[in-house]
């Protein structure tokens, strides 16, 4: 099976797929050299490519059975809103929505695109699961096994994360902001729901159970 992970950051989401299928070919695109390096070193067997994972995607959707986007969500968050007095307002960044599209009409394969709750109503309807929304074209369970997240703020946020990912985050030699990257990363438990109900291991009268509630 040959799965694509877009803006792989340090593969959060695809961190136990392999117990839940063993013979998968995972091509990770992370345009930071750095995070690169250390996707690497968590997942020796993957494929690693520093590339523009927007245009990455464009090039090669039709090459993969299963691909799951993150793309960045600052523009995104709830937090403008809060930090609107003292922050430098930017356009919402669109190329969410050009992937979600992309995906949607024209991809033949199983695909995700996770990104959090905007400050505004998704212009596209998704599946609203713990602090993120999630677009995909197979049903979800209504709990996908998202654990509380540690708190994220004061000191010790990047100890607290590194527990919860079992990662260390003070690997990160690179640009950006160690507690940010924390915080954003995919809860693993998650991902492993989410790539199990792709492949129908859980099956849909666990996903028409947990409806009901």
Not at 3 to 27: F, Q, S
Not at 97 to 102: G, K, S, T
């Amino acid at each position: 099976m040959k799965i694509l992970n877009l803006y792989a950051c340090l593969g959060g989401n695809r961190y136990k797929w392999n117990e839940v299928k063993e013979d998968i070919e995972v091509t990770a695109i992370e345009l930071d050299p750095e995070l690169a390096r250390l996707y690497q070193e968590r997942f020796p067997n993957d494929t690693v490519i520093i590339a523009d994972a927007h245009q990455y995607l464009l090039d090669n959707y039709k090459d993969f059975d299963f691909i799951w986007s993150s793309p960045p969500c600052p523009t995104h968050s709830r937090m403008i809103l809060c930090r609107k007095n003292t922050m430098k307002i930017k356009y919402p960044d669109m190329k969410l929505y050009e992937e979600i599209l992309l995906l949607d009409k024209f991809y033949e394969g199983k695909y995700v695109v996770e990104n959090v709750i905007p400050y505004y109503e998704p212009l596209i309807p998704a599946k609203k699961r713990g602090r993120h929304l999630y677009w995909t074209n197979f049903e979800l369970p209504k709990s996908i096994n998202e654990r509380k997240s540690p708190e994220m703020k004061g000191k010790g946020c990047i100890e607290r994360f590194s527990i919860y990912h079992n990662y260390d985050f003070y690997k990160y030699k690179g640009k950006q902001h160690r507690g940010k990257m924390s915080r954003n990363l995919v809860d693993y438990e998650a991902g492993k729901v989410i790539f199990e109900t792709m492949l129908g291991i859980v099956g849909k009268e666990v996903i028409n159970q947990e409806e009901l509630f």
